[in-house]
């Protein structure tokens, strides 16, 4: 914007004005400088002798820079050929600190690690400059200021230098920058450190922004001098053009900004005030209305008019439409209101009515029809319709049942850990007595609770809801067992180390048993447990007496299996001739040579002969009385029932051999799995 105000008035000035000799890196004329007449000064001389190929040059702003003819190159910091021995020396002692020039023409100093500017020169750079001055043998300077800058044209300087400030804000510096910006091009050397202090934060000691100071001057200006809002730029200034205020701002450019930007101002505070005043006059109708106490929530917008037309605060709202809608509003809040006074006097009835149904020795079984009967005349019930008395009825009966069923869980929790403390005396009972040898894992609970039925602990496990002491029991063998079957393994490890030396029978007592197991190895059994030997015994010997069984079992089958077969031989050899005269010499005479006789002795063929005889003359017997088909049938009856002997035995024997094999392949599993892989 800047830019294109300067262009617009460099025709209007003399050529001669605005012809500048410049280096080549500076382009363009500043819009600031060439209204205020300094376009003629602008041309800037070298300073200083050459020195390295470097010269001084003066920018149109005032600023100094330096240019290297031979490269071309262009620096806002002055080359070490060009400083002094103390410049050089402030240099060499790498202080943070940096020296620039503002607008005005006056150095500053900037920190590049706090970020912190300031006019006077830092304690840091007045060190280093008496050191080199001392070193050159011409003393300290009299006054450790910053070295003089070279002379500026008039025009590039303004007339007064602005009064120092404590602390100098880089604000101040950036307002002007960005006109420097305009008129010189950023040297090849990278951005000059005058832009990053320029950038720096403002801390809270900053000075205030000169350009903002300026423009506020310039505003000011504008309403004194009694400039409307609606003016134009052109007839505004005729009002202030003559003024000394007038010229704070450097440009026409900027002062034109200044004044659409006051003008917005301007209007935005016109309309804020109107907007305050509407706000006002609704307020001040709303007060009115609140002022009327004949206004209620049911009172309809007609009779609010015969009311308060001649209101200045009603006639103050213009529009019908909103002064009805203003009316609506506070009626719905009115509204709004007595219904929360309606509720909030409904629910302290119904705390009173709460209170008087407490007092009253209600209970969880107390019916409504009594009570209600009972308390119609308190006041308390007489305030509040039916629906709302049975409603408090009902909030303070559940309130009951709830305390009640929280007490009643109170009990039940109280009463479980009762019953679970009863049991873990069991518990601890049942270990107690199987440490003493009472019982162990193959004792049944049948004779383990004729050991316990006189305690104290075993009558507790009786009064309890929980598992009963025959499941607990159970509970507790199960335990057990997972013990017992690491302590068998050891044990038939020290069986088969006896080599047959010791053989477990039916008579076989305890103390041999283990008197036997302890002679073969003593280290082992140190581990295991009283109870465990008398349950290995017990398996064993319980295992001997099913086999015991069994082999009698079997030899009985097959007897009786030789029986019937020396029987059906008979019975079918003789056929007709078979008779109860028939005498054992002629039976033995048939089945000579015979299986069936073979296979027995001769007491057992005498014994079976004489049992068939008894059922032939029983046979006869029947016949002769006729009842011959009735024996026949008995006969058959009793073939049948043989048979059916037979093979339930079979049949059993079958199950048995099964059963053996499942439960030994389960033992092998169990012993495997032990014993791991």
Request: hydrophobic share 35%.
């Amino acid at each position: 914007r800047h830019l294109a105000s300067a262009a617009r008035l460099l025709p209007l000035l003399p050529k001669s004005r605005y012809v500048l000799k410049e280096p080549t890196d500076v382009r363009r004329v500043s819009a600031s400088s060439a209204t205020q007449g300094g376009l003629a000064a602008a041309a800037p001389a070298p300073a200083a002798a050459p020195s390295g190929g470097w010269t001084e040059h003066t920018a149109p702003d005032g600023r100094r820079y330096y240019f290297h003819k031979a490269s071309g190159k262009s620096a806002w910091e002055k080359p070490d050929e060009l400083k002094s021995v103390q410049e050089r020396a402030i240099t060499a002692s790498n202080t943070a600190w940096k020296e620039y020039t503002s607008a005005s023409g006056k150095k500053y100093y900037f920190n590049t690690a706090t970020r912190k500017t300031q006019w006077d020169m830092p304690d840091e750079m007045k060190a280093a400059a008496a050191a080199a001055a001392a070193a050159a043998g011409g003393g300290a300077p009299a006054s450790l200021a910053p070295p003089s800058a070279p002379a500026v044209p008039a025009a590039s300087v303004p007339a007064a230098a602005p009064t120092p400030v404590p602390a100098p804000a880089s604000a101040a510096v950036a307002g002007n920058e960005s006109m420097r910006a305009a008129t010189i091009s950023t040297p090849t050397g990278g951005t000059p450190a005058f832009v990053a202090a320029a950038t720096a934060p403002v801390s809270a000691s900053e000075p205030i922004n000169e350009a903002e100071v300026a423009t506020a001057k310039f505003m000011e200006l504008l309403s004194s001098a009694g400039v409307k809002e609606e003016m134009e730029w052109e007839d505004a200034m005729k009002l202030i053009i003559n003024s000394q205020s007038y010229r704070v701002l450097a440009s026409l450019a900027e002062r034109k900004a200044t004044f659409v930007k006051w003008r917005e101002q301007k209007r935005e505070e016109r309309e804020e005030a109107e907007r305050k005043r509407q706000r006002q006059i609704k307020v001040d109708f709303v007060q009115l209305l609140k002022d009327t106490p004949a206004l209620t929530s049911r009172t309809r917008f007609p009779k609010a008019i015969e009311m308060l037309s001649l209101e200045p605060r009603w006639i103050a709202i213009g529009d019908e439409f909103e002064r009805e809608e203003l009316f609506e509003e506070y009626a719905m809040s009115l509204e709004r209101k007595e219904a929360a006074e309606r509720r909030a006097l409904r629910k302290e009835r119904m705390t009173e009515f709460k209170s008087v149904l407490l007092q009253s020795g209600l209970t969880v079984r107390s019916q409504w029809r009594k009570v209600q009967v009972q308390l119609e005349e308190e006041p308390a019930s007489k305030a509040l319709d039916k629906i709302d008395r049975l409603a408090v009825y009902e909030e303070v009966a559940r309130a009951l049942e709830a305390e009640g069923e929280q007490q009643r869980q109170r009990e039940r929790e109280v009463e479980r850990r009762l019953e679970r403390k009863r049991r873990d005396q069991f518990r601890s009972l049942l270990s107690a007595k199987h440490s003493e040898g009472a019982f162990h894992v193959r004792s049944h609970w049948r004779d383990v609770s004729k050991v316990l039925a006189g305690t104290q602990e075993y009558q507790g496990a009786l009064q309890q809801s929980g598992s009963t002491p025959a499941e607990l029991f159970e509970d507790f063998i199960e335990q057990l067992n997972e013990q017992y079957q690491a302590h068998r393994k050891t044990l038939k490890a020290i069986m088969a180390a006896l080599h047959g030396n010791f053989t477990v029978t039916l008579e076989t007592k305890f103390d041999a048993f283990e008197a036997a197991l302890r002679g073969a190895d003593t280290d082992t059994l140190e581990g295991v447990p009283q109870s465990s030997l008398i349950a290995f015994l017990e398996e064993l010997q319980d295992k001997l007496a099913r086999d015991q069984v069994e082999e009698e079992r079997r030899v009985e089958r097959y007897r009786r299996a030789a029986l019937d077969g020396y029987q059906d031989s008979l019975r079918g050899l003789m056929g007709a001739l078979l008779s109860s005269s028939t005498t054992w010499e002629e039976a033995t005479a048939v089945m000579k040579g015979k299986p069936a006789a073979e296979s027995m002795t001769a007491e057992e063929q005498r014994a079976a002969f004489d049992d068939l005889i008894a059922s032939v003359k029983a046979a006869e017997a029947a016949e002769a009385d006729g009842d011959a088909e009735e024996e026949r049938q008995k006969r058959k009856k009793e073939k049948r029932d043989r048979d059916r002997r037979r093979e339930d035995d079979d049949e059993e024997e079958r199950r048995r051999r099964k059963k053996e094999k499942k439960a030994k392949r389960h033992r092998e599993e169990r012993e495997e799995g032990e014993t791991g892989p």
